[in-house]
């Protein structure tokens, strides 16, 4: 595994908010407050960590301010950064629980035992994530995950999941 697959997207700095060198954070974990659980950032570029000395909701948002940024110039010179942490400093996922990154890449197959295709993305439609499945002949099927009715099984040790979906079920249908 390269350096960047050792490590996962928490979220990313979206500019200065005020005129301290705090940053306004969009965060990526569920719920949005777990990002400050994971401490340092690590950024791809410089300054390559980031360490949050203190954070707070600010109405719909979440500020931080961070030992590496003093000014607002600085803050804003941040704005579109990734943060991420290693992989490994993540807790174990539990029972039919998920990480994201670790359902991306898997082959898809259907009941029938037919490939649909592969993990390219994940949706966040509100009541329940969407699988991105990319296939060979182009068009992508975008399959509810839902474990128990859609979903029949994940296998991350043998790189599929099985499903419950037509091939012939596509976007356009």
């Known amino acids: 595994m390269s350096e960047t697959e050792d490590r996962v997207e928490l979220g990313r700095l979206n500019g ?3 005129t301290g060198g705090w940053v306004k954070v969009f965060s990526l974990t569920d719920p949005p407050e777990n990002i400050f659980e994971y401490q340092p950032w690590r950024t791809a570029g410089s300054p390559g960590l980031l360490h949050v000395r203190q954070w707070r909701r600010q109405g719909p948002r979440l500020v931080a301010r961070l030992e590496e940024v003093a000014t607002r110039e600085q803050a804003e010179s941040l704005h579109g950064t990734m943060l991420a942490i290693d992989r490994d400093r993540l807790p174990g ?3 039919d629980n998920y990480y994201w990154h670790d359902l991306i890449g898997l082959s898809v197959y259907n009941r029938d035992g037919e490939l ?3 993990v390219t993305g994940l949706l966040d439609a509100g009541a329940h994530d969407v699988l991105e499945i990319g296939r060979s002949g182009g068009g992508d099927l975008l399959v509810p995950f839902v474990t128990g009715h859609f979903i029949d099984k994940v296998d991350l040790a043998g790189g599929r999941i099985d499903v419950d979906w037509l091939a012939e079920w ?3 249908d």
């Open 170 to 172: 596509t976007d356009a």
């Open 16 to 18: 200065a908010w005020g």
């Open 93 to 95: 996922a539990e029972g």
């Open 116 to 118: 649909l295709g592969e």
